[in-house]
């Protein structure tokens, strides 16, 4: 059988959609979050970021929301397209000791279907 | 201009043998940090380097792992004695600032028979 550790969560939907990933992280204290995309065989791309003043902020075709209060995140894709598939991760930044390191979600799979 | 390169792109190994991977960071970057990347899963924290400051190795897994940074550019990752769980994408980024956005290489993928 498979691993359970193979399976991302996975989110499909229909070309010309909006498409929600959801993001829960885990330390109150974080105060800059990242919504990365990666395609097979690539590395991570940013997409957009978030400080913790803010609770939404817009790109291109892309909006980010955070609720501090309880600690989740969304990275919302209007007009989904093919191109659009990959694998998404948040990032949580905080600064122990006063370095930022990122700690990533597990990430979830877009399938967009033409 | 030219992203963060990563080399060799790919690299079988045998168990126990050392192995050598290097990244090349966007000029002027002063963060750099290298990630470890397992299949289907998310990113997991090596080391970070910020301009001449002590790196932060906290997230090392073991003293088989040690990285370098020279004159504030290069970096090489270093593995002794590899093990099977070794086998991974690792993956290198490189920032601005501590905080400014990170810009990843393609990665070199680890495999150790």
């Known amino acids: 059988g498979e691993s359970v550790g193979l399976h991302l969560p996975t989110l499909s939907v229909q070309e010309g959609d909006n498409s929600i990933i959801n993001c829960a992280y885990s330390?109150?204290?974080?105060?800059?979050f990242i919504w990365y995309k990666q395609e097979s065989g690539k590395g991570p791309q940013f997409i957009i970021d978030?400080?913790?003043?803010?609770d939404k902020r817009q790109g291109q075709r892309v909006t980010v929301l955070l609720n501090k209060t309880v600690k989740h995140l969304s990275l919302q894709i209007a007009a989904t397209q093919p191109g659009d598939s990959a694998v998404y991760f948040c990032?949580?930044?905080?600064?122990?000791?006063?370095?930022?390191?990122?700690?990533f979600g597990r990430g979830t799979s877009l399938i967009v279907h033409p | 201009g030219a992203g963060v390169s990563q080399s060799p792109s790919n690299k079988v190994t045998e168990k126990g043998k050392d192995v050598e991977l290097r990244c090349d960071p966007i000029s002027g970057h002063t963060a750099l940090y290298w990630y470890r990347q397992s299949l289907g899963q998310g990113l997991e924290f090596l080391i970070y380097?910020?301009?001449?400051?002590?790196?932060?190795k906290s997230g090392l897994p073991s003293d088989r792992f040690s990285a370098e940074r020279t004159g504030g550019s290069v970096s090489t990752l270093t593995i002794q004695r590899t093990q099977q769980e070794d086998s991974a994408v690792y993956l290198c980024?490189?920032?601005?600032?501590?905080?400014?956005?990170?810009?990843f290489g393609p990665g070199t993928r680890l495999l150790v028979l």
């Open positions: 330390n109150s204290a974080s105060d800059y």
């Open positions: 380097f910020q301009g001449n400051s002590a790196p932060d």
């Open positions: 978030i400080r913790s003043n803010m």
């Open positions: 990032a949580e930044n905080r600064a122990p000791g006063g370095s930022y390191i990122p700690t």
């Open positions: 980024a490189s920032s601005l600032g501590q905080l400014g956005t990170q810009y």
